[in-house]
């Protein structure tokens, strides 16, 4: 097969099976928020149709109020979106030396010309990337989807998000 019936054959599979790449964005952490955007920006960079579901401490990196917030309805909810105060208050997975190491980590990141975590969520935005609200987690987080970015693109079920997922691959960040 010569290289130009195989880019024939890789654009005639593209258009009847778009690759796909679907992420569920479950935790708030800063380095894994940067994992979750920066395969979803570079997928979408490539021409995949990229999905992230964000559910629980996920939602936080979505959220309309960036920094400590009384988001929510209720003492509880507006307790938990207090301290989870958005992507620029995300603590890391491990080491996170009493907040300290996300800004060594952004340090890092430019200094070695990195997209920062707050530059890859505006270029998912600026790409297109399909962003979906877990609607169980929102409900138990007392929030409402006008809480969130309006590029959000919709509130789902887990059904839901399976049907959108299918064809692609999925992975759980």
Known sequence: ??????????????????????????????????????????????????????????????????GRAFVGTGFLPKLFGFFMGGPKS???SRLNFLGLSPKIFRYL??????????ELIEAAKLLGINLYICEMAMHILGLKKDDFIHEVKDVLGVPTFLEISEGGRTLFI
């Not at 990141?109 to 707050?118: D, F, H, Q, Y």
Request: proline fraction near 3%; aromatic fraction near 12%.
């Open 1 to 66: 097969m010569g290289i130009t019936e195989y880019a024939r054959n890789q654009e005639a599979q593209q258009i009847t099976h778009p690759k796909k790449l679907s992420l569920i964005a479950f935790s708030g952490d800063f380095d894994k928020l940067v994992a979750t955007f920066t395969l979803a920006t570079g997928a979408a960079a490539v021409g995949y149709e990229v999905n992230i579901f964000f559910t629980f401490w996920g939602l936080d990196a979505i959220k309309k109020k960036q």
């Open 90 to 92: 995300s603590p890391v």
């Open 109 to 118: 990141m430019k200094k070695n010309n990195v997209a920062t975590l707050e």
